[in-house]
């Protein structure tokens, strides 16, 4: 998982740096050539993207590096952590839900992937099998027991 997430990063980055350096100049360019800039709104969207790639792609390059130094031996073994699956038992609605507790990057809570940082990845966060956890999240309280825990280390 950690691979494939700097990988992810890197051609996320690699596209972004592309587009910077040789599709918006391009674009920019020849939007120049039609004439008045002022009311180009050719110019202008192409300037605006420009200006949402750059900060993109700062944000990009920082995670990359703040994620290339965490240091996965660290991650419990026996506790939830990033790259952890879980399966867990809602006490109220009594029904089953998995999650992967992922980077920001990579959640996407339709598909049961959600980001550590998020309500519910805070609150798993070093429980284990058995523990019964109070996570209040935007819908209201909600109380789930740890059914199943299959971490980083085994995923590999």
């Known amino acids: 998982m950690p691979a494939k997430i700097l990988l992810k990063l890197e051609e996320q980055i690699k596209a972004l ?4 350096h040789n599709e918006l100049p391009r ?5 120049r050539e039609h004439g008045d800039l002022s009311e180009n709104a050719e110019y202008h969207a192409a300037k605006e993207r420009q ?3 750059h900060a993109r ?5 920082k995670r990359l590096a703040e994620f290339s130094m965490l240091d996965f031996s660290k991650i419990p073994r026996d506790a939830v952590g990033l790259g952890s ?3 867990l038992y809602d006490t109220k609605t009594e029904n ?5 507790l992922v980077t920001s990057e990579e959640a996407d809570a339709t598909n049961g992937a959600i980001s550590t940082t998020s309500p519910i990845g805070r609150g798993l966060l070093n429980k284990q099998v058995g523990d019964v956890v109070q996570i209040r999240t935007p ?3 909600k109380e789930y027991e740890i059914l199943r825990l299959k971490t980083i280390h085994e995923e590999e």
């Open 85 to 87: 699956s879980v399966a």
């Open 57 to 61: 792609l700062t944000l990009l390059k």
């Open 27 to 31: 674009e920019i360019k020849r939007a």
């Open 17 to 20: 740096e592309y587009e910077l």
């Open 139 to 141: 819908a209201g309280l």
């Open 96 to 100: 089953e839900i998995s999650y992967r």
């Open 51 to 53: 200006g949402i790639v």
